[in-house]
């Protein structure tokens, strides 16, 4: 062969190699990486800020223990979603497919964060007399049980989803996740950009910029990276010219942890201890499976049909594989789909997330990471998360059960009171019953307060769901939905009047908290029967000449 052909196949061989790189990582997978990249990590610097910022939990256990599950359960998540999205361009010949992007669910992550592990460790050390050691490890095996919980609840409901939209009202869904949206993953986040206002802000303003208001970055850079680089930069910058004062704190050198998310049976011994907070837990795995059935139909409103089973399957399942890993926070397939496909990503950018997430875990730099930089610098795409989700429960919601979805923010901003009051689930019982006794005029505001906060999801549920009823003039439903608030009343379900939340038997209780219990639940129960009198009235009233 003479030697100029052997410089044309060469060359030939380079094109086609090249050819094959840009159609695996092009610059919208390079977009797609950075933004889904800095949205995790925002909500792994949230866990790690409320766990030991806020309840002083050991911070080797987070990084060491709950790190390393939690990131793997979204390498596992996102190479599963890559598989699927690699099948469909296959069977369809396309390569425009995007593959669904998965990560840690916000709503839920920082929820269990606030609401379940935080005041577990306080209860376990405080209350219980464990030393600290011991009560973080009893708090991660309650983390993991609650992921296989999780997991196991989303698993059964992958094969019922459609059955749960028909008979929940979408501003029941919608509005219980708005609520939770506006309170813990808006309100609270910003709250932390605010104690560091020239980083933070910034940050949110370039997200608002770029994500809300849709402005044009220099070189097409995603508003997440921009927000994350920006705030960073004033934060080093600023810090180390001694202008943020006792804010800033030098990096201190990366440490190396290695460990390995291992399968284990730590779950088993955490098992038991969820029982109080079932009436957090499966409402998180049903709003999950919810959200899973929203964002396949938004994929496939953008032109890629994924099988909805098989998008909530790979989420349970990963969640599954996080929880018995070690792993404390649940994965999710994000709603965001179309957004990445606009921006052109395709299957890449899950794959070199997911890698980056997972092997961040098992290696310890999502950790050093997460240390390194304050959370005014990660909490901006929070606050956008929580706008997105508020604005979605109107938008998708019929515009005639708007008053519903405002109805269900209620139990939301009485939990986030009962935080911000002091949390009484670290508070001893004694003194919690006291709170019930304190004021002549009934109930005292307090534990009116944390009464109402307790069970709040499936509270949030069936008031939304109560007032959609009495707008469509369904009144024997609401009726009937007031009979089911009753009901679980009585069981602590919502409403729990114990200082953790939990559920109970209504015999179980002793003291004043039992006519507690007795008059939230007759409260339902009076005005379902004022509302089925009226359905009567109403029924007649039309039949009538």
Not at 38 to 46: A, E, M, P, R
Not at 143 to 148: D, E, I, P, Q, R
Request: glycine fraction near 12%.
């Amino acid at each position: 062969m003479p030697p100029w052909n052997n410089g044309m196949a060469a060359r030939r061989d380079r094109a086609m190699r090249a050819e094959v790189r840009s159609r695996w990582l092009s610059g919208g997978d390079v977009n797609g990486f950075f933004g889904l990249v800095v949205d995790n990590l925002s909500i792994l610097g949230f866990i790690a800020t409320a766990l030991i910022g806020i309840y002083g939990f050991p911070a080797e256990i987070v990084f060491t223990r709950m790190f390393p599950g939690t990131a793997f359960g979204v390498l596992v998540g996102n190479l599963i979603y890559a598989r699927m999205a690699a099948n469909l361009a296959r069977r369809e010949n396309r390569e425009t497919v995007t593959a669904m992007p998965l990560g840690l669910d916000a709503p839920t992550s920082i929820g269990m964060a606030l609401l379940v592990l935080g005041p577990a460790y306080v209860g376990f050390h405080e209350r219980a007399g464990y030393d600290p050691a011991t009560a973080a490890i009893m708090t991660w095996q309650l983390g993991m049980a609650s992921l296989v919980v999780m997991g196991l609840f989303k698993f059964v409901l992958s094969f019922f989803g459609d059955l749960v939209q028909k008979h929940v009202p979408r501003a029941g869904l919608l509005g219980s996740i708005a609520g939770i949206a506006l309170m813990l993953i808006g309100f609270l986040p910003l709250v932390e950009i605010l104690r560091m206002p020239v980083v933070g802000l910034a940050g949110l303003g370039i997200v608002l910029y770029a994500l809300i208001g849709k402005g044009r970055l220099p070189f097409a850079m995603p508003g997440v990276l921009a927000a994350f680089l920006v705030a960073a930069l004033l934060y080093f910058g600023l810090g180390a010219g001694g202008l943020l004062g006792s804010a800033y704190h030098a990096p201190a050198p990366w440490q190396f942890r290695f460990a390995l998310p291992l399968p284990g049976t730590g779950f088993m011994d955490g098992l038991p201890l969820t029982i109080p907070y079932l009436p957090l837990l499966l409402p998180f795995g049903l709003l999950m499976v919810v959200g899973g059935i929203n964002v396949s139909e938004s994929a496939r409103a953008a032109g890629d049909d994924y099988p909805t089973r098989n998008i909530l399957l790979a989420e349970s399942f990963s969640t599954l594989i996080a929880g018995v890993c070690g792993g404390v926070a649940q994965t999710t397939p994000y709603i965001g789909q179309p957004a990445y496909k606009a921006m052109g990503a395709r299957i890449s950018y899950v794959v070199l997330t997911g890698l980056f997430i997972g092997l961040g875990g098992i290696f310890g730099y999502l950790s050093d990471i997460v240390e390194t930089l304050p959370f005014a610098v990660l909490a901006p795409i929070l606050v956008f998360v929580a706008i997105s989700i508020m604005t979605q429960a109107f938008e998708a919601t019929p515009a005639r059960h708007a008053a519903a979805v405002v109805v269900a923010f209620f139990p939301a901003i009485a939990r986030l009171l009962a935080i911000k009051l002091g949390d009484p689930a670290i508070v001893d019982a004694a003194r919690f019953e006291g709170l019930f006794n304190d004021s002549s005029r009934g109930i005292s505001e307090v534990a009116t307060i944390v009464v109402l906060g307790n069970g709040f999801i499936i509270t949030s549920m069936i008031w939304a769901s109560f007032v959609v009823a009495l707008i469509d003039g369904r009144l024997r439903r609401a009726a009937a939905i007031l009979l089911l608030g009753a009901v679980l009343t009585l069981f602590g379900v919502i409403h729990s009047v114990l200082p953790s939340g939990g559920v109970y038997l209504p015999t179980g209780l002793a003291g004043s908290l039992r006519p507690i219990m007795g008059q939230f639940s007759a409260a339902y129960a009076v005005l379902a029967l004022l509302v089925f009198l009226l359905s009567l009235q109403r029924a007649g009233r039309n039949q009538g000449p």
